[in-house]
T-cell receptor, first 117, second 112 residues
Framework: AQSVAQPEDQVNVAEGNPLTVKCTYS??????LFWYVQYPNRGLQFLLK????DNLVKGSYGFEAEFNKSQTSFHLKKPSALVSDSALYFC???????????????WGLGTSLAVNP | DAMVIQNPRYQVTQFGKPVTLSCSQT?????MYWYQQKSSQAPKLLFH???????NEADTPDNFQSRRPNTSFCFLDIRSPGLGDAAMYLC???????????FGSGTRLTVV
């Protein structure tokens, strides 16, 4: 079955420290991978995506993610966390479900990031 | 700026009273999606329109309907809201052949 796993419900880091939010996936074919961030009572904001090319993808707000095909992972990283990074982070993969052009996003359950001052 | 707009941001409705949530986009994207998101959970796809073609998820309750009168607008109709339908409802768009999805800010629905 096609799926996305975010193994940590919550991640706590101190401001200024590096952060990692983990994501692994299982999908048929080449994965299209995404990270979104959600602040309280707001919609989802796009951070970055991997389609093809360099395994290290740079995105918004200083975030980056590394695609690792052998480990089927797409972990989100930031060298120095800010208190304002505290939010809910979702990993998603675009997968085929039917013949033709019918693709959908499969979502992880989300990881709550808390950055402490 | 081109964007996806959802109105209203907050909606309170009575148990059993029909309610409509709206989504508009200035991106000219041909695909529009409605998601339901309950507290601290992943978004759950309800249905999507590929141009005018409606695609319903197998587990979307019959209580939920959608209309897309034109490219720019898409509506979510909940015919008889129950307490369990209280959630954030997210609209998103994408363009065929690209890999980007743009989300609106969501409408938080409360059922009293």
């Amino acid at each position: 079955a096609q799926s996305v796993a975010q193994p940590e419900d919550q991640v706590n880091v101190a401001e200024g420290n590096p952060l990692t939010v983990k994501c692994t996936y299982s999908v048929s074919g080449n994965p299209y991978l995404f990270w979104y961030v959600q602040y309280p009572n707001r919609g989802l904001q796009f951070l970055l995506k991997y389609i093809t090319g360099d395994n290290l993808v740079k995105g918004s707000y200083g975030f980056e993610a590394e695609f690792n095909k052998s480990q089927t992972s797409f972990h989100l990283k930031k060298p120095s966390a800010l208190v304002s990074d505290s939010a809910l982070y979702f990993c998603a993969v675009r997968a085929f479900f039917n013949a033709g052009n019918n693709r959908k996003l499969i979502w992880g359950l989300g990881t709550s990031l808390a950055v402490n001052p | 700026d081109a964007m996806v707009i959802q109105n209203p941001r907050y909606q309170v409705t009575q148990f059993g009273k029909p309610v409509t949530l709206s989504c508009s986009q200035t991106l000219n994207h041909n695909v529009m999606y409605w998601y339901q998101q309950k507290s601290s959970q992943a978004p759950k796809l309800l249905f999507h329109y590929y141009d005018k073609d409606f695609n319903n998820e197998a587990d979307t309750p019959d209580n939920f309907q959608s209309r897309r009168p034109n490219t720019s607008f898409c509506f979510l109709d909940i015919r008889s809201p129950g307490l369990g339908d209280a959630a954030m409802y997210l609209c998103a768009t994408s363009r065929r052949g690209t890999n980007g999805y743009t989300f609106g800010s969501g409408t938080r629905l409360t059922v009293v």
